[in-house]
């Protein structure tokens, strides 16, 4: 199972880094993604990576902010946010599943997710 973790409250123009731990060796033709709940909205995506090679993908509200990252020792995916503002409040999720060119941006194009973890930006 998938574990994010890393979120707290932060300020305005605050950094933050969120961590997800997968279990196991993921295959190189899978991603890695990182979705995103505010309260009263749908879950929307934020970020992807592939497994090897390490193509990314951004929304385009994070893009210059946020960096998507991994670790083949640590089996690990890791979301670097800088500049946060108060909307990138939200519950964060990480996913992973089968690499797809497109439809990243679709939640079904994941099969395994982790519990979220809470990002608050506020002053």
């Known amino acids: 199972q998938l574990q994010a973790s890393g979120g707290e409250a932060v300020q305005p123009r605050d950094s933050l880094r969120l961590s997800c731990a997968v279990p196991g060796r993921p295959s190189d033709d899978s991603h890695m993604g990182w979705f995103r709940r505010a309260p009263g909205k749908d879950r929307e995506f934020v970020a992807r990576?592939?497994?090897?090679?390490?193509?990314?993908n951004y929304q385009g509200s994070v893009k210059g902010r946020f960096a998507i990252s991994k670790d083949n020792a640590k089996n690990a995916v890791y979301l670097q946010m800088n500049s946060l503002k108060p909307e990138d409040t939200a519950v964060y999720y990480c996913?992973?599943?089968?690499?797809?060119?497109?439809?990243?941006?679709?939640?079904?194009?994941?099969?395994?997710w982790g519990q979220g973890t809470q990002v608050t930006v506020s002053s």
């Open positions: 990576v592939r497994w090897s090679p390490g193509y990314t």
């Open positions: 996913a992973t599943g089968p690499w797809r060119i497109y439809a990243y941006l679709s939640q079904s194009a994941y099969t395994h």
